[in-house]
T-cell receptor
Framework: DGGITQSPKYLFRKEGQNVTLSCEQNLNHDAMYWYRQDPGQGLRLIYYSQIVNDFQKGDIAEGYSVSREKKESFPLTVTSAQKNPTAFYLC???????????FGSGTRLTVV | GQQLNQSPQSMFIQEGEDVSMNCTSSSIFNTWLWYKQEPGEGPVLLIALYKAGELTSNGRLTAQFGITRKDSFLNISASIPSDVGIYFCAGLLGGSQGNLIFGKGTKLSVKP
C-alpha cells in the first residue's frame, strides 16, 4: 500500500543536541512538506520541497534544516538553534496537479 | 502570512447532536479542504471543494464552499463518539504556488 511514513513515533533528546526526523513516501508525489503542531496553534509550515534537490523555507524555518536528495525522502533536522523544539511534527506530500496533502502519522519530539 | 479564521476553537457536545464549524478569510480561495485529526495521528482528508457554492457530502459530513469564496462550512449530523478529534480547514489561494493555508482547528469532544 502506498503511503507516507514518519519515524520514529516518539523521540526524546537532550537540550543542545541535533536530531533528525525521517519522512519517506512511496506515493510518487513530487511535493513534500514539514509542519510543526503545538496545542492551539494549528499547523505551521517549516520547510517545503516541490522537486528533488530544491526546497524553500516556510513560516518558521529558523532552527531547522532539510534535504531532498531523493524524491521519496525529506528528512528534517531540528538543530540546537531551535529555541523551543518540543512539539508534534507532521510530514506531508502532494502529487503535482492535485490539491490535497497526504499526511504521515507524526513524530512527537520531546527535548529535556 | 495569510490567515484562516476557524471557529469555534472547541466544542463539547452530546452524542446525537449536530455540529457546525466554519472558516473565514479576507482573501479569495480557489479550493477548500476539510481534514480530521485524531489524537496522536496525522490529519486525514475528509472533503474537498473546488467551486463557489459547491455543497459536498461524505456520510454524515457536509461541507460548503461559500459563494464569496472567502469562507467554508462543515456540518456533522448526528454526532457519535468516534467523531472526536480536531477538524482543520485548509484553503488554496488563487495564484499561489500550491501551498495550503490551514486554520487553527476546531477541537470536537462528544459525550456519550
Amino acid at each position: 500500500d502506498g503511503g507516507i511514513t514518519q519515524s520514529p513515533k516518539y523521540l526524546f533528546r537532550k537540550e543542545g543536541q541535533n536530531v533528525t526526523l525521517s519522512c519517506e513516501q512511496n506515493l510518487n508525489h513530487d511535493a513534500m512538506y514539514w509542519y510543526r503542531q503545538d496545542p492551539g496553534q494549528g499547523l505551521r509550515l517549516i520547510y517545503y520541497s516541490q522537486i528533488v534537490n530544491d526546497f524553500q523555507k516556510g513560516d518558521i524555518a529558523e532552527g531547522y534544516s532539510v534535504s531532498r536528495e531523493k524524491k521519496e525522502s525529506f528528512p528534517l533536522t531540528v538543530t540546537s538553534a531551535q529555541k523551543n523544539p518540543t512539539a508534534f511534527y507532521l510530514c506531508a506530500s502532494k502529487a503535482t496537479g492535485s490539491y490535497g496533502y497526504t499526511f504521515g502519522s507524526g513524530t512527537r519530539l520531546t527535548v529535556v | 502570512g495569510q490567515q484562516l479564521n476557524q471557529s469555534p476553537q472547541s466544542m463539547f457536545i452530546q452524542e446525537g447532536e449536530d455540529v457546525s464549524m466554519n472558516c473565514t478569510s479576507s482573501s479569495i480561495f480557489n479550493t477548500w479542504l476539510w481534514y480530521k485529526q485524531e489524537p496522536g495521528e496525522g490529519p486525514v482528508l475528509l472533503i474537498a471543494l473546488y467551486k463557489a457554492g459547491e455543497l459536498t457530502s461524505n456520510g454524515r459530513l457536509t461541507a460548503q464552499f461559500g459563494i464569496t469564496r472567502k469562507d467554508s462550512f462543515l456540518n456533522i449530523s448526528a454526532s457519535i463518539p468516534s467523531d472526536v478529534g480536531i477538524y482543520f480547514c485548509a484553503g488554496l489561494l488563487g495564484g499561489s504556488q500550491g501551498n495550503l493555508i490551514f486554520g487553527k482547528g476546531t477541537k470536537l469532544s462528544v459525550k456519550p
